[in-house]
């Protein structure tokens, strides 16, 4: 059995009914650190046997179509949850969209986008959330403010690699804390840049519900977002 042009093959046994070994049989490997399933990434021996004795293994143009679905999809979530928002400030002041609007970016990030594009979900999500809210508001500026939400989104694409693999290998046991440490630490960055100064604070939405806000005394509003 000879090798695909471009596709490099490996040899292996396939297991035999009576002994569990057998041959050595030409095992197709596609390029790239995983093999993308529709719910699974795996590239373990087992699967991979499994894959040449059964002939299950995915086209390379399958394999590549299935991947920029995957990216189609989390990118439209990443945009919606930024859009979503965007509605939690005035003047629509759907306070609680702040809360659960950046829920479709999260599933996008660790459900839908492979790994090695999972930071796409926040570049895309934060670069819609502020664009959505700064950009009518600098467009016809000329401030470099017109470049923030570019610069923000671009920014979280590169801080946010290697999350995915960092949540899967710990089960997602940090996930909240990294998220609410990310968003502080965002903000405080904030501060310290000309004009940016705290437009668009994520504790903004709730300037009205008092009940809900009064630990900003303690915390500040870095620490209420």
Known sequence: MGAEPGIPYAWGHAPSRESGTGPPVPI????????????????????????????????????????????????????????????SYPPFELWPLVFIGW???????????????????????IFAWLQGYLGPVFADSGLFMVYLPLIAGAISFLTDMGLKRMANQTNNQLLVLQGVLGMALSELIRLFIPIAGTWAFIAYPLYRQTWLIQPVSIFGIIGMG
């Open 28 to 87: 197709r490997r596609v390029p790239g650190q995983y093999r993308y399933h529709m719910n699974k990434q795996t590239d373990s021996p087992e699967s991979i046997m499994e894959e040449a004795v059964t002939g299950t293994a995915p086209s390379l143009p399958a394999l590549r179509t299935h991947v920029f679905l995957r990216c189609i999809a989390g990118s439209l979530l990443s945009a919606a949850a930024g859009l979503l928002v965007v509605l």
């Open 103 to 125: 829920i479709p970016m999260i599933f996008a990030a660790y459900r839908v986008f492979p790994e090695r594009w999972s930071s796409l979900a926040s570049g895309i999500g």
